[in-house]
C-alpha cells in the first residue's frame, strides 16, 4: 500500500515565477491538505481539500491556490514566487477528519 | 485565539533515560491532538493520536501521551530513550493541524 506521494522532491525557482506541486494521497483517502514548512519552523496550515472543493484555508495569500481532482489526488500553485516562500511543503491525506498521513515533502527554493 | 506552544525548543537526554515533551494548546473546545515525528529532511510520521475517550494513549515506537483537561496540555512520554528517537517532535491540535513549532530531541550516549 503506497502512501503518500509527492513530486517533484526539489525545485529551484527563480522570484516572479510560478510553480506546481503535486500530491497523490494514500489509498482509501479522499481528504488532502497542505503545509509550508519554512526551516526551523512547525508546518503551516495553508489549506485542505476534499470532494474537489477547499474546504478550509489558512492565513496565505491567493497566490497560493490549489485543485483536487476526481481521483483525489491534488496539486498546490504558487504564483509570484518570493524569495520568502523557499520551503519544505507537505501534503497530507486523510479520510475525512481522521488523522493526517504525511508525504516526504518538496523542498522548493526559489532564487 | 487557536494556539498551540510547545515550551522546549531543544532537550538533550542520555540514552535510557526517560523522556517528556510539553505541549499546550488554547482551543475553544477539547480539539483532536496528535503528536507527529520528523527526521532530518523527511515527512512527519504519526506517533499517536487523541480523539476522545481513555485520556492516555499509545502509540508507535514505545511513546504514550496523557491528554489533561484541565491544564489543556497533551504531553508526550516514553520511559526510556534510543539513540534513534533523535528527532524534531511536533504536537498538533485540531481538524486544521496547527502545528507547535517543535521540539528538537538530542539524545547523549
Known amino acids: 500500500d503506497a502512501g503518500v506521494t509527492q513530486s517533484p522532491t526539489h525545485l529551484i525557482k527563480t522570484r516572479g515565477q510560478q510553480v506546481t506541486l503535486r500530491c497523490s494521497p494514500k489509498?482509501?483517502?479522499?481528504?488532502v491538505s497542505w503545509y509550508q514548512q519554512a526551516l526551523g519552523q512547525g508546518p503551516q496550515f495553508i489549506f485542505q481539500y476534499y470532494e474537489e472543493e477547499e474546504r478550509q484555508r489558512g492565513n496565505f495569500p491567493d497566490r497560493f491556490s490549489g485543485h483536487q481532482f476526481p481521483n483525489y489526488s491534488s496539486e498546490l500553485n504558487v504564483n509570484a514566487l518570493l524569495l520568502g516562500d523557499s520551503a519544505l511543503y507537505l501534503c497530507?491525506?486523510?479520510?475525512?477528519?481522521?488523522?493526517?498521513?504525511f508525504g516526504p515533502g518538496t523542498r522548493l527554493t526559489v532564487t | 485565539a487557536q494556539s498551540v506552544t510547545q515550551p522546549d525548543i531543544h532537550i538533550t537526554v542520555s540514552e535510557g533515560a526517560s523522556l517528556e515533551l510539553r505541549c499546550n494548546y488554547s482551543?475553544?473546545?477539547?480539539?483532536?491532538l496528535f503528536w507527529y515525528v520528523q527526521s532530518p529532511g523527511q515527512g512527519l510520521q504519526l506517533l499517536l493520536k487523541?480523539?476522545?475517550?481513555?485520556?492516555l494513549v499509545q502509540g508507535i515506537k514505545g511513546f504514550e501521551a496523557e491528554f489533561k483537561r484541565s491544564q489543556s496540555s497533551f504531553n508526550l512520554r516514553k520511559p526510556s530513550v534510543h539513540w534513534s528517537d533523535a528527532a524534531e517532535y511536533f504536537c498538533a491540535v485540531g481538524n486544521d493541524m496547527r502545528f507547535g513549532a517543535g521540539t528538537r530531541l538530542t539524545v547523549k550516549p
Open positions: 482551543y475553544g473546545a477539547t480539539p483532536y
Open positions: 497530507a491525506s486523510s479520510l475525512g477528519t481522521r488523522e493526517q498521513y
Open positions: 487523541y480523539f476522545s475517550g481513555d485520556t
Open positions: 489509498s482509501g483517502h479522499d481528504t
